[in-house]
Nanobody, 119 residues
Framework: QVQLVESGGGSVQAGGSLGLSCVVS????????LGWYRQAPGKQRELVAM???????TYTDSVKGRFTISRDNVKNTVYLQMSSLKSEDTAAYYC?????????????WGQGTQVTVSS
């Protein structure tokens, strides 16, 4: 059974930094793509950052240069380091385990963690 458990959310002032972590249970971690999504109130969930099974990372335009996704295949953990945070980054953040090595497909989801950026 696959389980994803996020940690690291919280409140921060604009311009600050915050790191998220997500531990994934199961033995399929290293072969799958991983992603971080976010959903703000009244908005659709969006893919913020993704890292493939081979370590290639991509980002949505609004976070390029500010967010960094990384993975540790020994610890079965995916990270999202966020810096220069803006109020528009406020959202619930979800980690996701993809069903394919190079893209997310129909992913497994974590429970979400709230990030609040105050201006």
């Amino acid at each position: 059974q696959v389980q994803l458990v996020e940690s690291g959310g919280g409140s921060v002032q604009a311009g600050g930094s915050l790191g998220l972590s997500c531990v994934v249970s199961g033995n399929i971690f290293s072969t799958r793509a991983l992603g971080w999504y976010r959903q703000a109130p009244g908005k659709q969930r969006e893919l913020v950052a993704m890292i493939t099974g081979t370590g290639i990372s991509t980002y949505t335009d609004s976070v390029k240069g500010r967010f960094t996704i990384s993975r540790d295949n020994v610890k079965n953990t995916v990270y999202l380091q966020m810096s220069s945070l803006k109020s528009e980054d406020t959202a619930a953040y979800y980690c996701a385990l993809g069903t394919f090595p190079q893209y997310m497909g129909n992913p497994y989801w974590g429970q979400g963690t709230q990030v609040t950026v105050s201006s």
